[in-house]
């Protein structure tokens, strides 16, 4: 059953921790993004990665990081310098960057 | 700067009607457009992809237009069902060569309400 998978679906974290979102797609996609959704707002891309050990800041890099050691798997770290971190994060993934892109399920998080 | 605009923001309609969404964009030079729809608190189900070569693509009741000139995209949902209710964004992939155009840039979206 090929697909994007994102876990937590929900994560609480304190105000000055550090957090990592998971996303991992079995569908040999090279490409693969992370976005935030707010309310209201349309989609914002954080981080972009056209192949392994490769990525790209995207509009709202700031206090985030990510890394791209294997294929399948694309976590996004949101540091303590992300000064809004309460969101909806989405992952995708194409088969070449500008190719169709297809979405994980998401994480909702929450910053208190 | 590449924006994506989505008219109306917010659509009832009662079962059964044909419907059209709008999406414009300002700079014409696509590469793609996609259509996604979005059930709360999920993600995000790609319904039509439009190659900026192309003027229409069609899935059921579904059918996407693309006039690249006007910067226009249409979404147009044939006899409606509760089950459509969702909200429907389009983004817009630049088409340059210089290494932008893995880049979606998305509208706000549309909410679509089917009433029964």
């Known amino acids: 059953d090929g697909g994007i998978t994102q876990s937590p679906k929900y994560l609480f974290r304190k105000e000055g921790q550090n957090v990592t979102l998971s996303c991992e797609q079995n569908?040999?996609?090279?490409?693969m993004y992370w976005y935030r959704q707010d309310p209201g707002q349309g989609l914002r891309l954080i981080y972009y990665s056209q192949i392994v050990n490769d990525f790209q800041k995207g509009d709202i890099a700031e206090g985030y990081s990510v890394s791209r050691e294997k294929k399948e798997s694309f976590p996004l770290t949101v540091t303590s310098a992300q000064k809004n971190p309460t969101a909806f994060y989405l992952c995708?993934?194409?088969?070449?960057?500008?190719?169709?892109?297809?979405f994980g399920p998401g994480t909702r998080l929450t910053v208190t | 700067k590449q924006e994506v605009t989505q008219i109306p923001a917010a659509l009832s309609v009662p079962e059964g009607e044909n419907l059209v969404l709008n999406c414009s964009f300002t700079?014409?030079?696509?590469?793609?457009l996609q259509w996604f729809r979005q059930d709360p608190g999920k993600g995000l189900t790609s319904l039509l992809l439009i190659q900026s070569s192309q003027r229409e693509q069609t899935s059921g009741r579904l059918n996407a237009s693309l006039d690249k000139s006007s910067g226009r995209s249409t979404l147009y949902i044939a006899a409606s069902q509760p089950g459509d209710s969702a909200t429907y964004l389009c983004a817009v992939r630049l088409g340059n060569s210089g290494g932008s155009n893995y880049k979606l840039t998305f509208g706000k979206g549309t909410l679509l309400t089917v009433n029964p």
């Open positions: 700079d014409s030079a696509i590469y793609n």
């Open positions: 569908l040999n996609h090279d490409a």
């Open positions: 995708a993934s194409s088969l070449q960057r500008e190719y169709e892109q297809y």
